[in-house]
């Protein structure tokens, strides 16, 4: 750490744990900024620290770079409030736990299927023919359905 008590890009990086080719990354895609020397070397507020810990829970928790590039833009860059980190966590929370209630329905669905060699395929929950739930979006329509149906009751 420099006197104005700022960090270097490999001092952020040996307190961190993250590769310096992966702060490249993330400052290049929005996450975490830094500013610059007069010999064009970046340095890093130590606000960035909480940033990339969050960055690294967030992934373990399977969230995008792009989700949480849209939740960091909703909170100032430094020194973030208690009331900001308390609407921040509120926002993952619920999303976090519609995630799991998804997880949790495919954990208990998908073990009828996984070797099942079903001969009924009208019975079974994942055939999809011709692509019908294709035309209704991406990704695992009739587990989202569920989700949603169960969530509302």
């Not at 990339?52 to 909170?75: M, N, P, T, W």
Request: proline share 2%; glycine share 10%.
């Amino acid at each position: 750490m420099d006197k104005s008590g700022t960090l270097s890009v490999g001092e952020l990086a040996k307190r961190s744990g993250v590769a310096v080719s992966a702060l490249h990354f993330y400052e290049a895609k929005g996450l975490i900024s830094a500013t610059r020397t007069h010999g064009n070397q970046r340095r890093y507020e130590r606000s960035v620290l909480r940033r990339i810990a969050i960055i690294r829970i967030a992934q373990r928790a399977g969230l995008s770079l792009a989700e949480l590039k849209q939740y960091f833009d909703k909170v100032p860059e430094k020194h973030i409030s208690a009331a900001d980190w308390g609407h921040l966590g509120q926002e993952w929370h619920d999303m976090l736990s519609e995630r799991i209630n998804m997880l949790l329905q495919l954990r208990d669905q998908i073990g009828e299927c996984i070797g099942c060699g079903c001969l009924s395929l009208k019975d079974c929950p994942l055939r999809n023919p011709d692509d019908v739930m294709g035309k209704k979006g991406t990704g695992a329509q009739r587990l989202i359905q569920k989700a949603e149906q169960a969530k509302s009751e």
